[in-house]
């Protein structure tokens, strides 16, 4: 009875700790806006469906093996989450720095998702990132991928190599790729804006373009950004899918 008893607390934990893991740092599921008990509910709700599915194929476990299993578990569900989030912090990035083009860096209001300060434009990026993300039931994705890395990785054969903290890196370098890109439309005409109200304040210095100066870019700001939301669908689920791609990667390396 002792072992069975073992195994079967094993099992729990080692479902439940890859589970919050990932529960931490993965887009919807790890925002601060969910109260920490609601996330607890659904790890128990989760490990409990789980648990019939993964049982068979779970390794018996000796209690002095669980602090190593506990700490590998969710390392794993860590990287899938961290994987999955670099979206939302390059579309973060890409407000951010949008906000300083179009002048609005110093309007602050307080972002639901993270509560910490943000700009109103990289709200609206988060907001409408994140209607898109539920949009394409990219939580759902999420969650078919950690299911399915007990299959591929089953607990306690992880192997946390040079490539795979490397792939790690890489993962949260790609943050500066996809906040460049989110933000390249509009950057670029701020930019070229800046270059123009340069050029003309030059020929005519007489000119007030201190003073329209923010209200051409403010104005050509939104235009483009306006314009730049049709292709937000097709771009995001392009980046959604490249997420998951490296979450999945993560895991090859980590085998």
Known sequence: MRISLVQLFGTLLT???RLTGMMLFA???GSVAIPARVKAVLVLALTALLYPMLQAKMPALEISQWPMMIFGELIIGVAVGIATNIVFDG???AGSVLSVQMGYSLVNILDPQTQVD???VALFHQTMAMLIFLRLDVHMWILRAVVHSFEYLPPSTGHFSGAFVKAALE???AVFTIGIQ??????SATLIADIALGLMGKASPQLPLMLLGPAVKSVLGLGILMAALKYWPQLFEHLFLNAMQMADHLLHLAR
């Open 15 to 17: 479902i439940s700790v």
């Open 118 to 120: 943000s700009t109103v």
């Open 171 to 173: 993962a949260g370098a």
């Open 182 to 187: 989110i933000a390249a439309p509009v950057l």
């Open 91 to 93: 579309v973060q990035m």
């Open 27 to 29: 887009p919807f599921f």
